[in-house]
Nanobody
Framework: QVQLVESGGGLVQAGGSLRLSCAASGRTFSGYAMGWFRQAPGKEREFVASITWSGGSTYYAGPLKGRFTISRDNAKNTVYLQMNSLKPEDTAVYYC??????????????????WGQGTQVTVSS
């Protein structure tokens, strides 16, 4: 089992930045690939970014590339999502997820075995 806890969400003005954190506990975090997803009200959960177990490979949803950066610190069992130039349409609950397929960067939810409870990000215009 892997337990995931997100933090760092909040209210920010358009153009601002936030850094989300996802702290993992349980099984060996370093062997897991990690992903970030988000879900806005009335919409399906969508892929944001993913990262392999080593951090050597990342993948982003096309429209978010350049504004969002995923990273991880295996010594701290934590994965991060740096979000810059935030827009009102980035408003959503953000979730982190873990998969034992450590060499991959999956982009769909079924690939992930473990999920956090989510953290709310609200961007005001």
């Amino acid at each position: 089992q892997v337990q995931l806890v997100e933090s760092g969400g909040g209210l920010v003005q358009a153009g601002g930045s936030l850094r989300l954190s996802c702290a993992a506990s349980g099984r060996t975090f370093s062997g897991y690939a990690m992903g970030w997803f988000r879900q806005a009200p009335g919409k399906e959960r969508e892929f944001v970014a993913s990262i392999t177990w080593s951090g050597g490979s990342t993948y982003y949803a096309g429209p978010l590339k350049g504004r969002f950066t995923i990273s991880r610190d295996n010594a701290k069992n934590t994965v991060y999502l740096q979000m810059n130039s935030l827009k009102p349409e980035d408003t959503a609950v953000y979730y982190c997820a873990a998969t034992p397929k450590g060499y991959m960067t999956p982009i769909t939810p079924p690939w992930y075995d473990y999920w956090g409870q989510g953290t709310q990000v609200t961007v005001s215009s």
